[in-house]
């Protein structure tokens, strides 16, 4: 059900219940911002609260509030929530704790907070245990401590589950406009997907920052995406608290390698939101859409007035997708005009000191470091933390490249204390970057260009069942041939008899495999390269009540793993990486989720470190990539299928030839009929 937030977050009226510091505050917010609607205290006995009236109840307001801050105790909150409900009021910020959050030495957490849904019935409710609402745009505020964000007209939108990071990234010093920080809480009603979904309808949201604990609800997350897409607001994360959930009950290769903070990644990636792994990367990253939104390609420019700089970021973007590509014939002249003969020419570039200080030759020198193709040039300046005045010359200069030229243009403090807060607010005011260290600097740019549509098809979901069965081998393969993915011809044979049937319908030489184990090379019950007079003697050796005889794949060029997951939080994860009794070791993998097309697995069989082996590694012949792909598609196939029970399915390994993609061992966990 999709409620309205728009109260709740823009309000033309506030209420504020209960007393103590933390409501007086709330009230002390809104006013000292300049919140231009009614502030109504709500107190049963206090006569006034921070210097305004107060009401004795909710039946005495005015009307029904847009947006109620709740700050009195759980019991109360629930029935006090209900009345809001009941009387029409736009949404509540409930404060108190002491619900699902408290379970573990509380057993009637979790009750009270499916009374407190309840008890909301269609109106929104954040929390409980829960901070509330920033509204910089406004002036409005249900937030009940301190705070660092200030009045504006535009900005980004942080959206997190934690209180004290929300407080925390409020009290930043890098120069972001935030125009609203919320504080999700529990998240027993309304998830981070809606509220996304609310400030995308409020024009003055520039981007917006998710830190997110956990999807829920994979559909909203997916009308998100596409309705950001749709309306050109980026929008980025940092994603924590990778979970155990989908490797319990799991015996595969797959299981241990994916886990489920693969399969987050793989939604992330689906939707097209770069992924941060710090706070200072995500601050600079939501800056920069800020001020330049997505970029639409990894070519970047540096220039600076020292080598050593313009070293340290050539070296810094090691490993990163990012390039620095050769100066153009155009960049050339302008540079070799500004700078003249005793500067040689590179990208990056160290233009010395010749030209410090005069403005219009640092502007020509600086707009010759854009061009076509380039997403970013960044002039690398420290600041002076002595005088930042005598750096007057590098900001006019900044100002007027971005001005002249309209390209994306930076300026980067190597160290983030010195870009003073004034000259990045004044580079912000005319369109440039203003970075605050450069390893922030290029993580923000990379993820920048990292941006995408999300993929319009939706995820397989994933389903509640209980893995009861492992499939024997032959079974295995049997269901994923009728899905077509191609096995060698096999016989299980129980016996003397049935091995010499078997032994004389195939063509050796053959391997034979135990049948019942899960890892059956850690018990030595894989043979291979078997005559056809030693199966019966390995058989026996092997020592299982039957043993599986197929004719051996030859001419693999690579061996991979193709394997699948059910993920509870994520859906189907697929993961591609170089297989065979090495796969935990190497470690080399790519996760998708399921489906995905034929593009995306190729895109991602040559991420794999091992992909040279597939394309012909030193002269050696290439594998048949489209095989491979066709045999992944078919593995895609039988889980789409068998979506409803199935667990875990693993081809460990595919062997790759130069004409085939050939699955010699199958894996299969599901729940029962």
Request: glycine residues 8%; negative net charge; charged residues 15%.
């Amino acid at each position: 059900m999709a409620r309205d937030l728009s109260r709740l977050l823009r309000p033309a009226s506030i209420a504020v219940i209960g007393g103590g510091a933390w409501c007086e505050q709330v009230i002390k917010q809104s006013t000292s911002m300049g919140f231009s609607g009614d502030v109504w205290p709500v107190h049963r006995s206090a006569k006034t609260i921070a210097r305004l009236p107060a009401y004795a109840s909710l039946a005495d307001l005015p009307s029904a509030p847009d947006a109620v801050f709740v700050g009195v105790n759980r019991d109360a909150t629930i029935d006090l929530v209900r009345d809001l409900s009941a009387m029409g009021a736009g949404g509540a910020v409930c404060f108190a704790s002491g619900f699902a959050e408290a379970r573990a030495e509380d057993a009637r957490g979790s009750d009270l907070q499916s009374q407190l849904v309840a008890a909301a019935a269609d109106m929104p409710i954040l929390g409980p245990n829960c901070y509330g609402i920033i509204n910089a745009l406004d002036g409005a505020l249900l937030w009940p401590d301190q705070h660092g964000c200030a009045r504006l007209e535009t900005g980004v939108a942080i959206l997190t589950q934690s209180s004290n990071i929300a407080i925390n990234l409020t009290m930043q010093r890098r120069a972001l406009p935030i125009a609203y920080t919320i504080a999700c809480g529990n998240m027993a009603q309304t998830s981070q997907a809606e509220i996304a979904n609310a400030l995308l309808d409020d024009p003055r949201v520039t981007a917006i920052g998710l830190h997110i604990e956990g999807f829920s609800d994979l559909r909203a997350w997916e009308a998100l995406a596409a309705k950001a897409h749709d309306k050109g607001v980026p929008m980025v994360a940092i994603k924590v608290g990778a979970s155990d959930q989908a490797q319990a009950a799991t015996v595969s290769h797959t299981a241990s390698l994916a886990g489920s903070d693969a399969g987050a990644q793989a939604f992330l990636d689906r939707l097209g939101i770069p992924r941060l792994r710090s706070l200072p990367d995500f601050v600079e990253t939501l800056k920069l859409l800020h001020c330049a939104g997505p970029l639409t390609s990894n070519q970047i420019a540096s220039i600076s007035c020292s080598g050593g700089e313009a070293s340290l970021i050539a070296d810094m973007a090691v490993g990163m997708n990012l390039d620095f590509p050769p100066l153009s014939d155009p960049q050339r002249a302008q540079l070799s005009e500004a700078l003249g003969p005793m500067v040689a020419l590179n990208n990056p570039l160290d233009y010395h000191t010749y030209i410090w200080r005069d403005a219009p030759a640092m502007t020509k020198a600086w707009a010759g470091m854009t061009g076509e193709g380039i997403a970013m040039t960044f002039s690398i300046v420290d600041y002076p933390t002595t005088d930042a005045r005598d750096w007057e010359c590098a900001t006019q200069a900044a100002l007027d490249v971005r001005a002249t030229t309209g390209a994306h243009f930076a300026v980067a403090a190597s160290l983030p204390e010195l870009m003073p807060l004034d000259v990045a607010a004044r580079l912000m005011g005319g369109g440039v970057v203003p970075f605050m260290g450069l390893a922030e600097a290029l993580a923000a740019t990379q993820a920048a260009t990292q941006i995408a549509a999300p993929d319009p098809v939706p995820v397989v979901l994933p389903n509640a069942s209980t893995a009861t069965v492992t499939l024997d081998e032959g079974t295995a393969k049997s269901a994923l041939a009728a899905h077509g993915v191609p096995v060698p011809a096999y016989r299980v044979a129980r016996g003397a008899d049935e091995i010499a049937q078997a032994v004389s319908t195939l063509s050796a030489p053959f391997a034979v495999k135990g049948i019942g184990l899960a890892h059956k090379s850690e018990h030595g019950a894989v043979r291979l390269d078997i005559g056809q007079d030693d199966v019966a003697l390995i058989a026996a050796d092997i020592g299982t009540d039957a043993v599986l005889i197929e004719e051996m794949a030859t001419g693999g060029v690579a061996e991979l793993l193709v394997g699948v997951i059910c993920d509870p939080a994520h859906g189907f994860v697929l993961t591609l990486g170089a297989g065979g009794v090495l796969t935990e070791v190497l470690r080399d993998t790519v996760s998708l989720l399921v489906p995905a097309d034929s593009a995306a697995i190729t895109n991602a069989l040559n991420r794999l470190r091992c992909a040279p082996l597939l394309h012909g590694y030193r002269g050696k012949p290439a594998a048949d990539i489209s095989a491979i792909v066709n045999a992944v598609l078919a593995v895609q196939s039988y889980v789409v299928a068998n979506a409803d029970t199935l667990s875990e399915v693993e081809i460990n390994p595919l062997i790759c030839t130069p004409v085939s993609a050939v699955a010699v061992d199958a894996l299969i966990r599901k729940a029962a009929p």
